[in-house]
């Protein structure tokens, strides 16, 4: 029941609430992002949504204009290079993610699920498989979310999101939400690079 209706019925009451409630803080990042580096405000991907099928996921623009489209950011070479100073803010506070709301509310992603792999992410979309964590809407945040986010390598940040498939439910819904206010607040898990980026780190620092 949960998992079929209410589920999703929350997710459209509450994002439609949270776009009224946050127009005003949607229009004052969008002055800024403009301000700071002139383009467009929304940044948009092709992402793998609920039983692989493709949507585009959208978000405050945090890199220059002139950064290479659809390359995830550990991809990219001196991913810094191209973060402007309004995107460090943003993606440190995750504030970038709001935009996600709209996504939400049309149907194309949850609240609470795991977090939508880029279109060319084969192998983070060949590890959810077997965990069936391809077969949920995905989420603007979830169990991996919480539990290591960007420093996780790929293997076991579909180990996690397994996890969350099992457990699906309101109570965990509701852990995986208020544990990623706390993870905001103390800014866990960030790490510019990406996936399994602080793995990296550290085995530079041990050579």
Not at 118 to 143: F, H, I, M, S
Not at 171 to 178: I, M, R, S, T
Request: glycine share 8%.
């Amino acid at each position: 029941m949960y998992s079929n209706f209410l589920k999703r019925a929350i997710d459209i009451v509450l994002s439609f609430l949270g776009l009224i409630i946050l127009s005003p803080v949607f229009l004052i990042l969008a002055l800024l992002i403009v301000i700071d580096d002139p383009g467009h405000v929304f940044f948009s991907q092709k992402r793998v949504g609920k039983n692989k099928t493709f949507f585009k996921l959208h978000k405050f623009r945090s890199m220059k204009m002139s950064t290479p489209h659809d390359t995830p950011t550990h991809l990219l070479e001196n991913p810094e290079q191209y973060i402007t100073r309004m995107g460090k803010f943003l993606r440190k506070s995750s504030l970038d993610e709001l935009p996600q709301i709209w996504d939400i509310f049309v149907g194309n992603m949850s609240i609470i699920g795991p977090r939508p792999a880029l279109w060319n992410q084969d192998d983070l979309v060949a590890e959810r498989d077997k965990y069936g964590a391809n077969d949920v809407r995905p989420g603007l945040t979830g169990w991996a979310q919480i539990n290591g986010r960007d420093e996780l390598e790929i293997p076991v940040k579909a180990k996690l999101d397994g996890e969350y498939v099992e457990k699906i439910s309101f109570g965990f819904d509701c852990k995986c939400f208020f544990g990623t206010i706390f993870s905001v607040l103390k800014h866990d898990g960030v790490v510019e690079g990406g996936t399994g980026e602080l793995h990296k780190q550290e085995e530079k620092v041990s050579k």
